[in-house]
């Protein structure tokens, strides 16, 4: 099946994550004009180095959910050229709610929910001039069914989630979607290094649980945002048949 | 020579602003005026209101700020003016600098008929913007 797009221009949050230059890779692919955010210098030099192949035919700009005048200069290089918003970015803050220090989960509301609402409104609002668009937000099976300990993860999870759906319900007669995608275990990021730290499991489970990989993983993305998917709006779809063979 | 030239500003204005709401409404451009209300004439709903803002300050160049444009929290301020015992003529020509004088009056006169918001406010916020 060939993929079709409406739109070619994609704003990647999180883009030199290896999901994200995952994505970046199969976008330009298919003539896709990826956006890609990085937040150190660190992930500006890897995006260069894993794409190098494909230069001139993707962008980069910083952004630091932190600093919400990295949200202004952002939206300043997207201009009104915004198709397709897919946001894999997400601070972590694991500790048991009675324990976690208030001012950090301040901080990390403040980052992982508040900057995001600034982002997805921006973007709403450009995408609107097109009268076109869709916002895929990368959320976590903990959002649903959360391990002692990532409680302030699921809930700024949770509340991403909300914002992104209502985005999508509030915008969808003006040709705006949103989807929201679940994925349980990923073998890149923080569920690689959840994975890795793992005592082995037995033979059993383990040879029927399924990791995603990054590769899976960013071809469902560029699916989603496909034509084909269109009938896919305001929806939150769970990823995680892996799940229960974690517990 | 001054008020003339803001007068023609501000026809100019219209004549955008008129093509933008016809377009977002799905109306006859005629039918809209420098004192039609917005949501009590012409049914404008907050999905439309926010379709509008982005386009105006596409069309403008002009940073919309939409809590300002559509006098959204006109209410809140004539409730905060009166717990605070303030004027609430001064109180929202302070909120609200791009309004004049007989216009807050008029707001005034004319809140138990439902959203005051009218095209005029619209055109006076673009025209305050460009100064």
């Not at chain 2, 501000?10 to 377009?23: R, S, T």
């Not at chain 2, 409404?25 to 907050?46: F, N, P, Q, V």
Request: aromatic fraction near 8%.
């Amino acid at each position: 099946m060939k993929l079709q797009f409406t739109g070619r221009h994609a704003l990647v949050l999180g883009g030199s994550s290896d999901l994200g230059l995952e994505l970046a890779r199969l976008l330009i692919q298919e003539d896709l004009i990826p956006l890609l955010t990085f937040r150190s210098k660190a992930g500006e030099t890897r995006i260069h180095e894993r794409l190098a192949q494909y230069e001139g035919r993707y962008q980069t700009a910083y952004l630091d959910f932190s600093r919400m005048e990295s949200i202004q200069s952002l939206f300043d290089k997207v201009n009104r050229n915004l198709d397709f918003l897919v946001d894999f970015i997400h601070g972590n803050l694991e500790g048991l709610v009675g324990s976690v220090d208030t001012r950090d989960a301040v901080a990390y509301f403040a980052e992982n929910v508040s900057a995001r609402a600034e982002v997805i409104k921006r973007a709403g609002r450009a995408m609107l001039g097109g009268k076109k668009g869709r916002m895929i937000f990368i959320s976590s099976i903990a959002a649903e069914k959360p391990n002692p300990g990532q409680g302030f993860y699921a809930a700024s999870k949770l509340a991403s989630e909300a914002l992104y759906r209502n985005m999508g319900l509030e915008l969808g007669e003006r040709g705006i979607s949103a989807v929201i995608l679940r994925p349980g275990y990923i073998d890149a990021g923080r569920g690689k290094r959840y994975l890795d730290s793992r005592e082995p499991l037995p033979s059993g489970p383990k040879d029927r649980m399924k990791v995603l990989t990054v590769k899976e993983m960013a071809e469902t993305i560029l699916f989603f945002l496909s034509d084909q998917a269109g009938g896919f709006t305001t929806t939150t779809i769970t990823m995680g048949g892996s799940w229960k063979k974690l517990e | 020579m001054e008020e003339v030239g803001m007068m023609q500003n501000n026809m100019e204005i219209l004549e955008k602003i008129k093509q933008i709401v016809a377009d977002i409404l799905d109306l006859e451009e005629e039918k809209i005026g420098m004192d039609t209300y917005l949501i009590r004439d012409l049914g404008a709903e907050s999905i439309d209101l926010l379709e509008l803002a982005v386009s105006l300050n596409a069309a403008f160049q002009t940073e919309i700020r939409d809590d300002d444009i559509f006098l959204r929290k006109l209410r809140f301020y004539l409730e905060e003016a009166k717990t605070t015992g303030r004027d609430h003529h001064a109180f929202l020509a302070k909120q609200y600098p791009f309004l004049e004088d007989s216009r807050i009056r008029e707001i005034l006169n004319d809140l138990n008929g439902g959203a005051v918001l009218r095209i005029s406010d619209l055109v006076c916020y673009i025209a305050h913007h460009q100064q």
